[in-house]
């Protein structure tokens, strides 16, 4: 459902941020573990939050069903991919990671720090960031929603796709190129990193559209704005399509990809230890 908010630039619920981050008091949990995460960290938070007298409504290992229980935030024992996973089960509700993965970006504590991170938590120190999702469209489709990215990417690894970009109805230019990548604040960090976008700021209402190794001498990421809408069409050759690195979409010649950010956003917990730019400079610098 899209949200009152759309092309505002006041407000502060969460379906409208990005805004400052909020503090969130924490009395009932929930607990999302990776299969690859040990009991033994398991216990140790659930001993802390016990602790604490902070009441633990599950203990949900991945791919069982939706955990929507009204929680004030849940633990997410894993890496990025695990977040990213969480943040479809529980969509409205605020996530903290612990990091067991090897970036661990969008984590707000680490395993060496669980019990005093997680002490300072449930004493009012947990800040809470909303950052805005991309909403995808194929064809005339259904519109979808990815906290990350979505990424076309060509089907053949000894291919390349050709793709006619327009920004809000102007044609802006034509790209052979492995594909294209349209991305988050939050996923500004990730694949369109790597592929050599920039770090759109936390509190941004923005996002940025990557170019993958274009066959061109000249090309740049573009920052687009909330409200703009960036249109891919294929003009030749099969393509896939990718959200948050969920199993990709086949398309073909003709199709066509609209991407623009979303009214709805995902609720990023973080220590006062792991900020948005504490955690850029630990991860990347």
């Given at each position: 459902?899209?949200?009152?908010?759309?092309?505002?630039?006041?407000?502060?619920?969460?379906?409208?941020?990005?805004?400052?981050?909020?503090?969130?008091?924490?009395?009932?949990?929930?607990?999302?573990?990776?299969?690859?995460?040990?009991?033994?960290?398991?216990?140790?938070?659930?001993?802390?939050?016990?602790?604490?007298?902070?009441?633990?409504?599950?203990?949900?290992?991945?791919?069982?069903?939706?955990?929507?229980?009204?929680?004030?935030?849940?633990?997410?024992?894993?890496?990025?991919?695990?977040?990213?996973?969480?943040?479809?089960?529980?969509?409205?509700?605020?996530?903290?990671?612990?990091?067991?993965?090897?970036?661990?970006?969008?984590?707000?504590?680490?395993?060496?720090d669980l019990e005093s991170g997680v002490g300072k938590v449930i004493s009012g120190g947990l800040e809470v960031q909303d950052y805005r999702k991309l909403e995808v469209q194929v064809n005339e489709g259904e519109?979808?929603?990815?906290?990350?990215?979505?990424?076309?990417?060509?089907?053949?690894?000894?291919?390349?796709?050709?793709?006619?970009?327009?920004?809000?109805?102007?044609?802006?230019?034509?790209?052979?190129?492995?594909?294209?990548?349209?991305?988050?604040?939050l996923g500004s960090t990730a694949y369109a990193l790597s592929a050599g976008g920039p770090i759109l700021s936390a509190d941004t209402r923005s996002y940025v559209l990557v170019p993958i190794a274009p066959h061109?001498?000249?090309?740049?990421?573009?920052?687009?704005?909330?409200?703009?809408?960036?249109?891919?069409?294929?003009?030749?050759?099969?393509?896939?399509?990718?959200?948050?690195?969920?199993?990709?979409?086949?398309?073909?010649?003709?199709?066509?990809?609209?991407?623009?950010?979303?009214?709805?956003?995902?609720?990023?917990?973080?220590?006062?230890?792991?900020?948005?730019?504490?955690?850029?400079?630990?991860?990347?610098?």
């Open positions: 459902m899209r949200g009152p908010c759309r092309g505002s630039s006041v407000g502060a619920s969460p379906g409208c941020g990005p805004e400052a981050p909020t503090r969130v008091s924490v009395r009932r949990a929930a607990v999302y573990v990776s299969p690859k995460v040990g009991r033994e960290h398991v216990e140790r938070l659930l001993a802390v939050l016990g602790e604490g007298g902070v009441e633990v409504l599950e203990v949900r290992e991945e791919g069982e069903p939706n955990g929507d229980l009204g929680a004030d935030v849940v633990f997410v024992l894993g890496g990025d991919g695990t977040m990213l996973r969480a943040s479809r089960i529980y969509p409205r509700t605020v996530l903290l990671g612990v990091n067991f993965g090897r970036v661990g970006f969008m984590s707000g504590l680490l395993p060496e519109w979808r929603t990815a906290a990350n990215e979505a990424a076309l990417l060509k089907s053949q690894t000894h291919h390349i796709v050709s793709v006619s970009v327009r920004i809000s109805g102007e044609d802006l230019f034509d790209f052979r190129c492995d594909g294209f990548i349209a991305a988050t604040p061109a001498l000249v090309s740049r990421p573009l920052v687009l704005g909330e409200g703009q809408v960036t249109e891919l069409r294929l003009k030749e050759r099969a393509a896939v399509l990718s959200l948050d690195g969920n199993e990709p979409q086949r398309l073909g010649a003709g199709d066509v990809v609209r991407a623009r950010l979303s009214d709805e956003s995902v609720r990023i917990g973080r220590t006062d230890e792991w900020t948005w730019w504490r955690a850029v400079r630990r991860t990347f610098l």
